[in-house]
């Protein structure tokens, strides 16, 4: 049997390639046979494993993505009660997502410390605790600072 991914399947159809396409139950999930001039195909991801969809309306978005505006539908085999069966774990994924949320997490905690030290600086300059520099006097300080750090130690 044949196999064709997304690509090929657009390729194909704009071609003038593909006859017809069913969409047919296989378990808890649906696969896409094509019937195209040389034969039957199956739609396949780009690893070439049986692309399956667990939802049919992604499916049919992606076929009407593609051009196809009717196809048939086979429930024969349909067997929602067995998705969490072929439900596949993806360790990767857990940890990529733990990541994420970590990072978000780092995010939100530092714009919360540095909200803090922003209104703390505000405040003091409110109730006179944090001085309000001139000019001059930030040059003072900007050359005694690089005085410090180009000196040779």
């Known amino acids: 049997m044949q ?4 690509e090929q399947l657009k390729a ?6 593909v006859l ?3 969409l047919r139950a296989d378990g808890a999930s649906f696969v896409v046979d094509v019937q195209t001039q040389r034969g039957q195909a199956t739609m396949v991801t ?3 494993q049986t692309r399956r969809f ?3 309306r992604k499916a049919l978005q992606v076929l009407r993505g593609i051009g196809w505006n009717a196809c048939q539908i086979d429930v024969g085999q349909w067997r929602p009660e067995e998705r969490a069966a ?4 993806r360790p990767d994924r857990s940890a990529a997502l733990k990541a994420a949320h970590q990072a978000a997490q780092a995010d939100a905690d530092y714009d919360r410390w540095f909200s803090t030290k922003v209104q703390a600086a505000l405040d003091g ?3 006179g605790s944090n001085p309000v520099l001139d000019a001059q006097q930030v ?3 900007r050359a005694a600072l690089r005085a410090r750090v180009s000196r040779p130690d």
């Open 125 to 127: 300059l409110q109730d």
């Open 139 to 141: 040059q003072a300080r």
């Open 46 to 48: 780009s690893r070439q």
């Open 86 to 89: 072929q439900t596949v774990a």
């Open 54 to 56: 667990v939802d049919p």
């Open 12 to 17: 194909a159809t704009s071609a003038g390639g």
């Open 3 to 6: 196999t064709l991914n997304l």
């Open 20 to 22: 017809g396409i069913t």
